[in-house]
């Protein structure tokens, strides 16, 4: 029987470009965004809510955030300013490597943290994520018949996001449970369409989902 990352690397990407992948699982993670440019760069390597707290990140550079994934591994295609798929631009920071894998877009208006504990962003990147058969997945609509499956929980230190409260869903969004009885790869379009709750959850789409 093959592992879950041996059947993502089969299935989602490159097994050559190592930069490209989070295979720790549901695990915890961080990145970092370059003030300037807002380039976002995650390590794939999971960190402590200790470990991230002591990282040192370089001048021009904010700590961006911590969440858990939601899915059993992930593969970024590109960096989000490459025109064709190949290795992930790195750079070492305070002993770790960081991959360039998202640069964030405009807000909707139309939700804010303040009134509706929810920010809806455009978010470059080129990612691909694989949930493992056998899992129970919340798979959220938006109201706009299309499916937004699950990207982290328990986000932290995210700019602008508050503490941990309850999700609340607005009005014509629902959220619908899916078991897999098979393995789940998901290609999240380019750009995505990323909702952060103050719940900590976020969910990235839109996709139409064949189960």
């Known amino acids: 029987m093959t592992t879950v990352y041996e059947r993502a690397q089969a299935g989602m990407g490159n097994p050559d470009w190592p930069q490209n992948w989070t295979l720790d699982g549901l695990q915890r993670y961080g990145e970092i965004m370059e003030l300037s440019t807002l380039k976002v760069w995650l390590c794939q390597q999971s960190f402590t809510p200790e470990q991230y707290d002591a990282l040192k990140v370089p001048e021009g550079f904010i700590k961006s955030g911590t969440g858990c994934a939601t899915h059993d591994a992930a593969f970024f295609r590109r960096s989000p300013q490459e025109q064709q798929n190949g290795p992930l631009e790195t750079m070492s920071v305070d002993g770790r490597l960081f991959s ?16 509706d504990g929810l920010l809806v962003i455009t978010v470059n990147k080129h990612h691909s994520v694989m949930f493992a058969k056998g899992r129970t997945l919340e798979i959220l609509s938006m109201g706009d018949g299309r499916d937004y499956v699950p990207q982290i929980k328990g986000a932290a230190g995210l700019p602008g996001l508050p503490d941990s409260q309850e999700r609340v869903l607005p009005e014509g969004w629902t959220i619908r449970e899916l078991t897999l009885e098979e393995d789940l790869f998901v290609e999240v379009p ?12 976020s969910f990235q789409g839109p996709v139409t989902l064949s189960v």
């Open 100 to 115: 360039l894998v998202a640069i964030p877009g405009q807000a909707d208006p139309a939700y804010t943290l303040e009134k």
């Open 190 to 201: 380019f750009p995505a369409r990323v909702s952060f709750f103050a719940s900590g959850d």
